[in-house]
């Protein structure tokens, strides 16, 4: 009996270990350079990736906003948390593709550690308990929306983390457990602006059936909700400034200002027809974005999704009985977040995955409940064995799909020059960076025809000022666009030239100059 025992708890360290290997393999392997393009980054990417560099060295973003709690964007704004996190790992070490991106991976890292300890709550501390990791680590969805740096998808790993500590606040009923919780909860509203409706109607549904149970106290609830209130006041402020309600204003060190765009309408009774009719496909197959998943595979694996509703189902009754029962049930909280999640994803104008990534949160868990209640009604040995073999085979397709179609398109000639009109080829922005290393500190001049096209994303890989980006032209950090009078050839410039502009290379090289193509071909970097 007790070789048993110690031959689970070896096991049961094994497969902790393997999963949690995986996961960090799956989320760091070619960072930089998937999913969908070898070198693409999405426009909001691109976006978020720049004001983070200007908030980093000049505490505004590149519209000369100071520390906004909402970023411009193009007009119709972008999340701020995510921005902040980047900009604090661009003063640590520096910009990259892969720095940038890797700020996903800690948050869903973090996420990843808060289901560990929360599963042992949920389902017991046996080897069951690691199924919600398991699960985490090969479902398409987290894999995909953990792998680069779109900011709403930190709603998702927040809403893991909130959701934990929240737990462990009313299981210990201690006062600072709940301060960190409602202090995590007013974070989560910088991750995504749905979250705006979520998050209120869950805390407002969770407090209705705690104040029922005579879970917490009247302290409890202050502890939560003074903090939620406190973070959430910059954003309303925001919000009321968007909306013309109040005039833009600065505020000590902050700016608030309006948008060209506003999205309040985003969330309405109206839209609650056409999704109820299209939800459930978007939800769990596809939507209308094509780097939100894959229809072959699903966002869960097709195959997860009656395990989902049996684990739905049992969250349902579990809570009823609890109610009438009036003695409280952590999964009660999960089922309340989805409930709350689910009825603003009905409301949503034109809903796709990432509008409702919160969700797959309690789908995750709701498919390992589920599970876990028949491998324990079945009492069958090969039962978790099979199923782990089914759903390695899923992953396995899924992940050669994922970490190598495309791979021809490191070609330039034939790979796309966008997808739609939102993955942009960051080629130039490649080749700036190893002009950069080949010239030192050596003026950095761009010789390029698509000026307007490019200079967006040449201030984000050249390191430009948000001032410098707001005069449009020529930079004063050490380059400058096109062609200005006579090129330099004392040596003391180095030169990175579009390859329809050979004549040009051909002269300097004439000159005296060297030639060496960037690994991804385009352009030649010209130097002495």
Known sequence: MRTDLLENKKLYCFLLIMISLLFVVTRLFRLDMVPFTPIGMHYDEMSAAYDAWCIQGWGCDRHLTRFPVYFMNAGSGQNALYIYFAAIM?????????????????????????????????????ITSLIPNALMVIMPIFLMSEHWGLESYLFLSFSIISIYFMIIALDKGCLR????????????FYTYGISYVVIPLFLLLALVLLVYEKKVVIGQ?????????????????????????????SL??????????????????????????????TLFSRDSLFYNSVPLFGTIY???????LIGLILSI??????????????????????????????????????KANELYFPYLLFTAYGIISIYSKLSKTWFLPLLAVVYTAFFLCFAHWAFSSGEQSWNHETRPRTEEGIIKDIQVGRAIQEARIIGGDKHLQMIINDVHGQYWQICLFAGTSPYDYNEEGYSENGYEIGISGELDTSGDTVFLIEESLDHITDYLVSEGFKRTIPRNGGFSIVYR
């Open 302 to 308: 097709y195959i997860s999704i009656p395990f989902m």
């Open 221 to 249: 609830i202050l502890a939560v909700g003074i903090p939620v209130i406190i973070m959430g006041v910059p954003l309303a402020v925001e919000q009321l400034v968007i909306n013309g309600y109040i005039k833009p204003f």
């Open 317 to 354: 009754k579990c809570t009823v009985k609890s109610i009438r029962k009036k003695n409280y049930s952590p999964i009660s909280i999960v089922l309340l977040f989805y409930v709350s999640a689910r009825i603003v994803s009905l409301m949503t104008y034109e809903l796709n995955i990432n």
């Open 177 to 188: 457990y709940s301060i960190l919780s409602g202090f995590l909860w007013g974070i989560t």
């Open 90 to 126: 661009f003063k640590l070490v520096g910009f990259s593709v892969f720095k940038f991106r890797l700020v996903a991976v800690i948050c869903a890292g973090v996420a990843y550690i808060c289901l560990f300890f929360l599963s042992r709550i949920l389902f017991g501390r046996g």
């Open 252 to 281: 000590a060190f902050m700016d608030f200002f309006p948008m060209e765009i506003t999205r309040f309408g985003e969330v309405s009774v109206s839209n609650v027809l056409e999704n109820l009719r299209t939800s459930l496909v």
